[in-house]
């Protein structure tokens, strides 16, 4: 099977400007992955892709896609007539995704990416999907990313969130200070995403909890077919 890869190398490319928080996969992130099953396949992962409701012939987009797990479980789902993209800031991200797609032999594509400048046309996905990537960036900065992800659903697609809910469980509220630290606890409010994606235009928007302790989803449905 081929994999896909980009001709711009990560090795060589600095990380564009955005006035989000770029994730250098630091060890601690790399336990909280662990933590939380989100490697390839890994039950955080599909439960991802299920609630999202991924089908075979889907093209989805997977912003914020770190070193790639959830984009190449994507592929599974998406199967051989679907695509799975994944974009990231992180030239590191992106490497190590590349390195990942290429050693398990899924046809994925990365590449370096900002959420508010994405590179594709309009209505191009089916799905676009993020775990995990919206608690980093400002309010400004999120309204021009969930626009640019409305502006390349096809009409009738949808965006499914996944983001760092803290949890109210003393053990797990302690663990995930340990992780993650008391910035990402304090700046993390996903309950607050529902709005920005009714103001951006998307309807049939739904939040709520996940199997998850840390996370919790919201979804929402461009108009149209």
Avoid at 38 to 61: C, F, H, T, W, Y
Avoid at 75 to 97: L, N, Q, V
Wanted: net charge neutral.
């Amino acid at each position: 099977m081929t994999v896909h890869r980009m001709h711009n190398d990560p090795k060589t490319q600095s990380s564009p400007e955005t006035a989000g928080a770029i994730i250098h996969w630091t060890p601690s992130h790399n336990v909280f992955a662990r933590l939380v099953g989100m490697g390839v396949n890994q039950s955080n992962s599909r439960m991802v892709i299920e609630m999202a409701q991924i089908k075979p012939g889907d093209q989805v987009l997977d912003v914020g896609c770190g070193t790639g797990d959830l984009t190449l479980t994507v592929k599974s789902y998406a199967g051989a007539f679907g695509s799975a993209r994944g974009i990231d800031p992180s030239p590191e991200g992106i490497e190590i995704a590349r390195k990942n797609a290429e050693r398990s032999g899924i046809n994925a594509v990365f590449d370096v990416g900002l959420i508010e400048k994405l590179s594709y046309p309009d209505a191009t996905f089916d799905v676009v999907i993020s775990r995990l990537v919206i608690h980093h960036l400002p309010d400004k900065l999120k309204h021009r990313g969930f626009a640019e992800i409305f502006r390349v659903l096809k009409p009738g697609g949808h965006i499914f969130i996944a983001d760092f809910n803290p949890p109210t469980n003393s053990i797990l509220t302690h663990l995930a200070l340990i992780v993650v630290g008391h910035r990402m606890m304090q700046a993390s409010n996903v309950w607050s995403i529902p709005l920005m994606l009714t103001e951006t235009g998307f309807v049939d928007v739904a939040s709520g909890p996940t199997r998850s302790a840390f996370l919790a989803f919201v979804s929402g449905r461009k108009p149209g077919d």
